[in-house]
């Protein structure tokens, strides 16, 4: 039981910012261990951008771990994504997701748009 908003997402200029964020609510959120980022861009299935677990433990697709990071606020149930020096391929519906421990991301959120043109 988690419900999981992404916010943030937007229209940005090719070498620009932003910043996406994802609130967890609901009556589990106690035992989320792991929370990420995923993307789809259409026609092309969706990868995973960015995850944290609850030791700190990050990881980054490699296309993304020099421009992007990932940060959580645990005792808040939100987990952010800076996106730094956006590229045009960067342009998808980016999803937030979280996971128990020794399960799969089980629990996403709606999506929120990310375009990056000129």
């Known amino acids: 039981q988690v419900q999981l908003v992404e916010s943030g997402g937007g229209l940005v200029q090719p070498g620009g910012s932003l910043r996406l964020s994802c609130a967890a609510s609901g009556g589990s959120t106690s035992s989320i261990y792991a929370m990420a980022w995923y993307r789809q861009a259409p026609g092309k299935q969706r990868e995973l951008v960015a995850s944290?677990?609850?030791?700190?433990?990050?990881t980054y697709a490699d296309s993304v771990k020099d421009r992007f990071t990932i940060s959580r606020d645990n005792a808040k149930s939100t987990v952010s994504l800076q996106m730094n020096s956006l590229k045009p391929e960067d342009t998808a519906v980016y999803y937030c997701a979280s996971r128990r421990r020794y399960s799969g991301y089980g629990y996403w959120g709606q999506g929120t748009q990310v375009s990056v043109s000129s």
């Open positions: 944290m677990d609850n030791d700190g433990s990050t």
